[in-house]
């Protein structure tokens, strides 16, 4: 009987024990009716993060800086990081930004051209992003991005806006010229040029940025030199033969316009007058021209690869960057859906995820973005590290050729050169 009093005993002073012995990971904590909960876990002393302080560049204008800086403020004002938030002059360009690199006084995090970035990431000059953001990208971002990011089997950068260039233009010019609709393929480009040349009345019939290589790179794939299927895409194809016979032909219809400057806001007026019959602008641009006399279009991409060019911007992380990790938080911050909806309301520019296209009058995406452009492929154009200098060659080629410095064929042999003395 006593050794069976000294076993109950034991068991009880074992439980006590037990009860005043906290875990390593948990505390149990009782409430006030007495009754223990769940365990709860305690954070890992070794995996408390230190505040991160890194440094972000941009090229911004004025507003669209402010409202990323008044981002920035709030996400400072949430976590514990210093980020300090920089806008590089107009004049910096990208190739002062590879020297920084070089010498390594790069920023943290970069916001970028798309068409930049396997020019930095083939450098070494970047991270991959799956070292650095955990949100999924593939399936949730639209391919035409992503795809301009993409290089050696990797992404090197998080999409933040998308601006494809668009057609604006005349309804009723339009349909004065013979056509029911704006042109969307080499035939209706045809049409509309044949009956534009049997008119007086009408001044012009195309506005464009011809500085802009890439304007001039999708009016030649809109006139039949699309380089789909991942072709070479300076390669003398038949269509692009056509594509540059149609350039110029145009040229005397053209009128020319800076972007950058007071006469892109003529052009709005010269539409609205009758005065022009459609303008190749980009999308962020249009807002600012909207007029019951002018409407927008993106052609449907169909099952040839993209056919308008679409600029985007992402966010990189240096290769040299002691906090990627922060950096990471940051652009997930920047980049979510809340912001798209709120920098596509301010800016213009589209957003990037695909979930907003779905909700397309709750967020205010425009009804001539083509659904297309959601399940599109990756640009017909392939990104390569050296398409900046490519298409430098081009755009110089082009404004030399619009300029009657160069013939046709003098054009179409320069273009076929491009790119094989690298």
Request: charged share 20%.
């Amino acid at each position: 009987m006593k050794r069976r009093n000294y076993w109950v005993l034991f068991a009880i002073l074992l439980l006590a024990l037990i009860n005043l012995s906290p875990s390593k990971q948990s505390t149990l904590i009782r409430n006030e009716e007495g009754i223990i909960p769940e365990p709860v876990s305690l954070p890992n002393p070794k995996e408390v993060q230190e505040p991160g302080h890194f440094r972000v560049a941009v090229q911004m204008n004025e507003g669209e800086f402010l409202r990323l800086q008044q981002w920035n403020y709030e996400y400072m004002n949430q976590f514990a990081d210093q980020v300090e938030l920089v806008n590089l002059p107009s004049g910096e360009s990208y190739r002062d930004l590879l020297q920084q690199f070089e010498l390594g006084e790069s920023p943290d995090v970069l916001l970028l051209d798309n068409d930049w970035i396997r020019k930095f990431a083939s450098s070494g000059y970047l991270l991959p992003a799956e070292r650095y953001y955990s949100s999924p990208l593939s399936g949730e971002v639209l391919s035409v991005t992503l795809g301009q990011n993409e290089w050696n089997g990797y992404l090197w950068g998080v999409p933040f806006d998308t601006d494809p260039y668009v057609f604006a233009y005349n309804p009723a010019l339009i349909k004065e010229l013979g056509l029911d609709h704006p042109p969307q393929s080499a035939d209706d480009w045809e049409k509309l040029l044949s009956s534009f040349k049997k008119q007086s009345r009408i001044p012009s019939l195309l506005a464009v940025d011809i500085s802009e290589p890439y304007a001039a790179l999708t009016l030649l794939w809109q006139f039949g030199g699309n380089a789909a299927g991942g072709s070479p895409p300076f390669e003398m194809s038949e269509g692009m033969q056509r594509g540059i016979r149609y350039l110029e032909e145009l040229r005397p219809y053209l009128l020319r316009y800076d972007t950058e400057a007071q006469s892109a806001s003529n052009v709005w007026k010269r539409i609205y007058d009758g005065e022009v019959a459609i303008c190749l602008t980009r999308a962020s641009l249009i807002r600012d021209g909207q007029h019951p006399r002018m409407e927008a279009f993106i052609p449907d991409l169909g099952n040839t690869g993209t056919t308008m060019w679409s600029y985007g911007r992402s966010f990189v992380v240096s290769s040299k960057s002691p906090n990627a990790e922060a950096a990471g938080a940051w652009i997930e911050e920047m980049t979510g859906a809340g912001r798209q909806r709120e920098w596509h309301e301010i800016t213009g520019h589209l957003p990037v995820l695909k979930s907003l296209y779905f909700e397309f009058e709750r967020n205010k995406i425009p009804a001539w973005v083509p659904a297309s452009l959601v399940g599109s492929k990756p640009d017909a154009l392939p990104v390569g590290s050296l398409l900046p200098e490519q298409m430098e060659q081009f755009a110089r080629l082009t404004t030399n050729f619009m300029n009657s410095r160069l013939t046709l064929e003098q054009y179409g042999k320069e273009i076929t050169q491009i790119g094989r003395d690298k």
